[in-house]
């Protein structure tokens, strides 16, 4: 088991920057490919940005690219999401999720995770 816990969200306005990260234990964080997804109201929870456990290999959603930046310390069982630039639309609950995996292997899909945080909500003020 793995258990994840989200921290860092908050109220910013637009052009402004957050810092999540998310905390894991349980078992060994550097074999556990890592994501960030989001939900907003009334929206289905899609894919923000991942990185591989070796840490060497990021992606992103197109709506993020260029504004957000993940990152992951394995001796600290932590990952991190800077968010800068935020935008309205960029409200929602964010969550961690994990897998088991090989090293370079980010996934891209929330049926494909098998650990969950419980969110953390980030509201952005137009």
């Known amino acids: 088991q793995v258990q994840l816990v989200e921290s860092g969200g908050g109220l910013v306005q637009a052009g402004g920057s957050l810092r999540l990260s998310c905390a894991a234990s349980?078992?060994?964080?550097?074999?556990?490919?890592m994501d960030w997804f989001r939900q907003a109201p009334g929206k289905e929870r899609e894919f923000v940005a991942g990185?591989?456990?070796?840490?060497?290999?990021?992606y992103y959603a197109d709506s993020v690219k260029g504004r957000f930046t993940i990152s992951r310390d394995n001796a600290k069982n932590t990952m991190y999401l800077q968010m800068n630039s935020l935008k309205a639309e960029d409200t929602a609950v964010y969550y961690c999720?994990?897998?088991?995996?090989?090293?370079?292997?980010?996934?891209?899909?929330?049926?494909?995770?098998?650990?969950w945080g419980k969110g953390t909500l980030v509201t952005v003020s137009s």
């Open positions: 999720a994990a897998v088991r995996s090989s090293a370079r292997y980010i996934p891209q899909t929330a049926a494909g995770m098998d650990y």
């Open positions: 990185i591989s456990w070796i840490g060497l290999d990021t």
């Open positions: 349980g078992r060994t964080f550097s074999n556990y490919a």
